[in-house]
């Protein structure tokens, strides 16, 4: 079985590593993002009784589910209980990953595996990638970003970073810089240029 480069996104929060991840998906790459798999966690009931027992019942919204908003608020506060939750959802998270790691490889007509994980460099995950992928972006436009879409103001922003190894380690470790500053063209012409490279050195 042929094995397909492993890519993963680096860059910090509101950089638009999503909007350069959909850039590989349109290459013919297959996407892991590991936020999408966290939320599919949090409906799980044993992981919904031991977020409440741990966090108490304000956590919960009027169907019983987790609400990520104030959860996230709460972990951000509490260094004890950010380590209690990511010690609870990142064995799912990245046992589903390997999983799926594993079936892409599997299928002929993926050209590359992209891991959009936050915490990717926190959790060790950098050693699985083959390359690395830094999104470069102004502070200010990140500020921008992440407030327009209603996730997180300035402050937040800055304490979640705060939890995470840094941006300039981050740069430093990654193969190739995509700059976000821009459009959306200019970004798919550079995804599309380090993706040729990419493939060739494979």
């Known amino acids: 079985m042929l094995k397909k480069a492993i890519?993963?996104?680096?860059?910090?929060i509101g950089s638009g590593k999503s909007t350069v991840t959909a850039e590989f998906a349109r290459l013919g790459c297959a996407v892991i993002d590991a936020d999408r798999i966290a939320h599919d966690v949090l409906e799980l009931p044993e992981v919904v009784k031991a977020i409440a027992e741990r966090f108490g019942d304000s956590v919960l919204d009027s169907d019983g589910r987790i609400d990520r908003s104030v959860l996230g608020r709460l972990v951000f506060e509490d260094a004890e209980g950010l380590a209690f939750l990511n010690a609870l959802i990142h064995p799912h998270v990245l046992g589903r990953s390997e999983a799926l790691i594993e079936l892409y490889h599997a299928k002929p007509e993926v050209c590359g595996i992209v891991l959009d994980m936050p915490?990717?460099?926190?959790?060790?995950?950098?050693?699985?990638?083959d390359?690395?992928?830094?999104?470069?972006?102004?502070?200010?436009k990140r500020l921008e970003r992440a407030s327009k879409n209603g996730k997180i103001d300035v402050n937040q922003?800055?304490?979640r970073e705060k939890c995470q190894i840094s941006?300039?380690?981050k740069r430093e470790i990654s193969h190739y810089t995509v700059n976000n500053n821009s459009d959306i063209s200019d970004v798919a012409e550079q995804v599309a240029q380090l993706f040729s490279s990419i493939t060739k050195g494979k």
């Open 131 to 140: 390359f690395l992928v830094f999104v470069e972006c102004d502070l200010e």
């Open 7 to 12: 890519i993963g996104i680096l860059g910090g």
């Open 167 to 169: 941006l300039d380690k």
């Open 119 to 129: 915490l990717l460099v926190e959790v060790g995950w950098e050693k699985k990638c």
């Open 157 to 159: 922003l800055k304490k």
